[in-house]
């Protein structure tokens, strides 16, 4: 990686902000991250060769997040956004231990405003199996356990869809009824979209819930908190500069970043 095609590369404020997920799904939070702080550099890396993260053992999924943060931090990044909760969960405590001086955030799913939305509400929140294992995820949950009533749904086989770029078929819509079956959906109040690739098929998930389950999503709340932490290093961007996004993939398909730039535009 040559940060030189990053236009005004040269300081530390001006090299790029890594952001990182299993595969595309974190262009969700890029999207964030973008409204937020749209003068930034993003080298947005999505590992698609080792997808799933979501139903792999913590241990695996350590190895290849830290493998990764280690070549971001490397190559000059200036601070590192792990915008896959799966990521999230398993390596994000120990990263920050190895870079104390580098900011490193992460992403959890968003319990906390779902729980807050109403009376007691009925909360469901999706995620990957191994979200849901994680004592991180159980944590939360006993956090919010009297505020709200909180069902965790592990989801495997879902991101796989957004992976290959379906994002509205038949298929999915009914891979979604399947998933939601077992719930009676006048009595669901919230969702969580608690995996980074789920909000793209908001409108398919829309169409399983109807309109009276309010959806909520980690990327808006991970993207305020990625621009207090570069505030408070003095590591911003001077305003009124342009910002680009690069994006790499272990997969390296052309196919691969066509969607990325698809679902940047979305
Ligand atoms: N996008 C990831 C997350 O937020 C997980 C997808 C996967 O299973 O790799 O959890």
Known sequence: MNFLHFTGTGKKNDAPIAVFDSGVGGISVLRALIAEMPGEHYWYYGDSANAPYGTKCSEEVRELTTVHVDRFIAEGAKAVVVACNTATSAAVRLLRQKYPNVPIIG?????????????????????????????????????????????PLPCPGLMEYIEHGDIHSVELEQFLERLFEPFDKGRLNAVVLGCTHYPFVERELRRVLGNGVQL????????????????????????????EVLFDNSEGSEEKRRLCGKLLRM
């Open 107 to 151: 992403i959890e799913p968003a319990v906390k405003p779902a729980a807050l939305s109403g009376n007691h509400p009925n909360v469901i929140v999706m995620a990957t199996p191994m979200t849901i294992r994680e004592q991180k995820f159980h944590n939360l949950m006993e956090r919010y356990m009297n505020t709200a009533h909180i069902i």
């Open 216 to 243: 909520f999503e980690g990327g808006p709340g991970t993207a305020r908190e990625t621009k207090r932490r570069l505030m408070e290093k003095g590591l911003l961007r001077e305003e009124g500069k342009r910002g």
